[in-house]
């Protein structure tokens, strides 16, 4: 079987600082392996190991991607080997755009059985880019997954639904989101950091791709800070928990708020 | 400008907040049905003006749906196209931006046209900025559903034939959790990883009823603890609520949880730490041990 997991090189929105005008500077932010993407490496990793396929592991970005440390990275998350399209004209691309770069990719690796993503992005957090690439694939996309086994083309897929969980059965090819539990990842050790460095890695030309141009523009046309509620940030003192609370629910009464 | 709107529903037909949106543009609304007819009859009641429906599902979910309401929607080129923020509603969503090559906006807060093309108001990042993006061409937007929208005028559901792709429902499994739904409680307390076992739970439902309030729950509570059902997790990929009243109990207040809990009208936190970012964004802050305040303030409201 053979296993894309498309992964993110992104940075925690926490670390980043947002200007008075709503602009974001992201550089002192560091980038990482996107938070929930190990759950996928691993379920991937699993499931290679069963059934004796091969994991590739797929990022699409600006040049940052494919530098050294993201690459090592990457490859010690236990792919056998790496696909990374990194262009600097995909600086702010939104689900869409990536979607159909990632997809491209799917389709220059070829004979694909499966491609898994994290639950999403720590940067975007959409959960948007699996259903769109599975849409330029022409493949359904499952989500909230929490467990895969199978062959190809006889994957049994189980998946978290409001009302508990359902088992699917699914005969062609498939993008999957793993839910944020499915699997707790192997922390990689030096070994695994080592071994990284000597697994192939293939840049692909963002140019060299056929990617379908999208239907329209989209420009930010404006940035702001979020409005926040002002709050009253009122310290009760707590030493004596009983007056403490009857302190609280006097003022919540006496702000209606009770 | 006005424009012409598709909603797709993949067997949930609470898109009240969806309706609305697309009828403040002015232009048709038609909404494209996956799931049992008894959804597609309630959606041709809600004041909408065209339903297409793709036959009775049986055990093949609405994933296995996606080119086929990708390929109807795309045909009758929608200026916009709306999904509800649920997990199978975005596959149909995105197959559908895929199809247009549309790009896709979620966490937004406004949508009006103009001469230049659709104007949105988004939240990025999780929450730490906003962005308003200028959009020519069909757009996709992923909207909170909202209620079940009352029934009016109705119109007849159109049904279309479709060959769905290769998945089957083999088993359903419930949960062990009880349902809720964290939108419509007026008071909320949440619990973070301040409480230290899954026993000392029955401390915060002993509070929760005495304030007639939802049980809700900080990430790690939900997914890795386990201790209590994801549809009470309130953060960024999660539930964002506002309530009249919450209580953030143990819980830091870190950026991914507060922006799912903004919105409320009144904040109470607890925390041991007096550093904890939750007290910026708080109304009321009792530094303090939760297991000596939750059990006094539980007594105090009764």
């Known amino acids: ?63 940052r991607v494919d530098a050294t440390l993201a690459r090592k990275a990457a490859l010690s998350r236990g792919f056998d080997r790496a696909v990374i399209v990194a262009d600097d004209s995909l600086e702010g691309a939104g689900s869409t755009q990536l979607a159909a770069v990632l997809a491209a990719a799917v389709r220059h690796i070829g004979d694909v059985d499966l491609v898994i993503t994290g639950d999403s992005s720590v940067d975007v957090g959409s959960k948007m880019v699996p259903t769109v690439l599975a849409g330029q694939l022409g493949w359904p996309a499952v989500a909230e997954v929490i467990s895969i086994t199978g062959q190809a083309g006889a994957l049994r897929v189980e998946r978290a639904v409001p009302t508990g969980t359902q088992v699917l059965e699914i005969t062609g090819p498939v993008v999957l989101a793993a839910s944020t539990d499915a699997a707790v990842a192997r922390v990689p050790g030096m070994k695994d950091i080592l071994a990284a460095g000597k697994k192939p890695v293939e840049s692909l030309d963002l140019a060299a791709l056929d990617i379908p141009a999208a239907a329209g523009t989209t420009t930010v046309t404006g940035t702001s800070r979020p409005d926040l509620l002002t709050r009253k940030g009122q310290m009760i003192d707590a030493s004596d928990p009983a007056a403490a609370a009857a302190e609280l629910v006097a003022a919540l009464r006496g702000a209606g708020a009770l | 400008m006005s424009v012409n709107t598709w909603i797709i529903v993949a067997g949930d037909p609470a898109i009240g907040n969806l309706i609305d949106t697309a009828r403040s543009l002015g232009g048709s609304v038609s909404v494209a049905v996956v799931g049992p007819r008894a959804v597609a009859d309630t959606v041709a009641a809600a004041g909408v003006d065209k339903v297409v429906w793709f036959g009775e599902p049986g055990a093949v979910p609405a994933e296995a749906y996606a080119t086929v309401v990708a390929d109807a929607v795309a045909a009758a080129t929608p200026g916009l196209v709306l999904a509800a923020n649920r997990a199978s509603d975005r596959v149909l969503l995105g197959a559908t931006a895929a199809r247009l090559q549309a790009p896709v906006l979620a966490a937004v807060s406004s949508i009006t046209a103009d001469g230049a093309g659709l104007v949105a108001n988004c939240s990025v990042f999780g929450g730490i900025a906003e962005e308003t993006v200028t959009v020519t061409g069909p757009l996709a937007l992923l909207l909170e559903g909202g209620p079940v929208p009352a029934a009016s005028t109705t119109v007849p559901v159109e049904e279309l034939p479709a060959t769905p792709l290769g998945i089957t429902v083999v088993e359903t499994k419930p949960s062990s959790f009880e349902q809720v739904d964290l939108g419509a409680a007026p008071r909320v307390v949440g619990i973070g990883r301040g409480l230290k076992t899954q026993e000392d739970l029955a401390l915060i439902n002993a509070l929760a009823d005495a304030a007639k309030a939802e049980v809700a729950c ?55 730490d007096p550093n904890a970012p939750v007290f910026k964004e708080a109304d009321y802050c009792l530094v303090g041990d939760l297991y000596a305040l939750v059990p006094a303030l539980t007594a105090a409201l009764k």
Not at chain 1, 19 to 24: I, L, R
Not at chain 2, 223 to 251: C, M, N
């Open chain 2, 218 to 272: 900080s990430r790690p509570v939900a997914e890795g603890l386990d201790w209590l059902g994801k549809d009470r997790y309130i953060g960024v990929s999660g539930a964002h609520i506002t309530p009249d009243l919450y209580f953030a109990i143990g819980i830091s207040g870190q950026l991914q949880h507060m922006v799912g809990v903004r919105g409320a009208k009144t904040i109470v936190a607890i925390n041991t």
């Open chain 1, 1 to 63: 079987m053979k296993i894309v997991v498309a992964y993110k090189w992104a940075s925690n929105p926490q670390d980043a600082t947002v200007g008075a005008q709503g602009t974001v500077d992201w550089s002192r932010a560091k980038p990482g392996f996107s938070e929930y993407d190990p759950v996928a490496a691993e379920l991937a990793r699993r499931l290679a190991d069963a059934t004796g396929g091969e994991v590739i592991g797929l990022t699409v970005g600006t040049k």
